[in-house]
């Protein structure tokens, strides 16, 4: 089933799209790299974020959405 990502997952999901972008527009080598692990580490805190929110439904008793 699809589930809705939430505000926070989504901004770091819009953040990861935006260095991949700007790593394709990026003149060097070494730019493209940069914006590249940026892209990795905003997909990176997506999860957690993910993941931290599923824990704290858990822990609160709800049901998963």
Do not use: I, S
């Amino acid at each position: 089933m699809l589930r809705r990502m939430t505000v926070a997952v989504e901004y770091c999901v819009k953040r990861a799209a935006e260095c991949e972008k700007l790593a394709e527009l990026a003149p060097g080598r070494a730019e493209r790299v940069h914006y590249r692990q940026l892209a990795a580490a905003w997909l990176r805190l997506a999860r957690d974020a993910e993941f931290t929110e599923k824990l704290d439904a858990h822990l609160a008793g709800e049901k998963p959405e």
